[in-house]
């Protein structure tokens, strides 16, 4: 079942401009794993605004916000997306799935998660 749907979309300029005024934006925002796959890239900020647009989309998923570092954005060898998300059962998710898209000025992302929603206990009734 779908317990959340989440989508954002960032101005690339923001992520750049942040990025290159507080070098530690970088490591509070991504894993070394994403600051390295992008910083391959011949438009590094496009994959890192990208990347942090997924991160905003998952938060508006599970409807709470986390550690930025429990989120994290690879890919496939086919080039697919793929969210790794740690403590996954801290929040009942079974399935993960993640569509990104940028241009020169803009990233988006879409993620929706499957699982089961944790149900609250109830009180046995009284007859």
Sequence with gaps: MVIGIGIDIIDVERVKKLAEKNPRFLQK????????YCSKKKNKHQHLAARFAVKEAFFKAIGKRTSWQDVELSNLASGKPQLDIKLKERFSIDKAHVSISHL?????????????KKRKPTSPKLV
């Design 104 to 116: 020169r000025e803009y990233a988006v992302a879409v993620v929706v998660l499957e699982g089961e």
């Design 29 to 36: 925002i991504f894993t070394p794993k994403e600051i390295e």
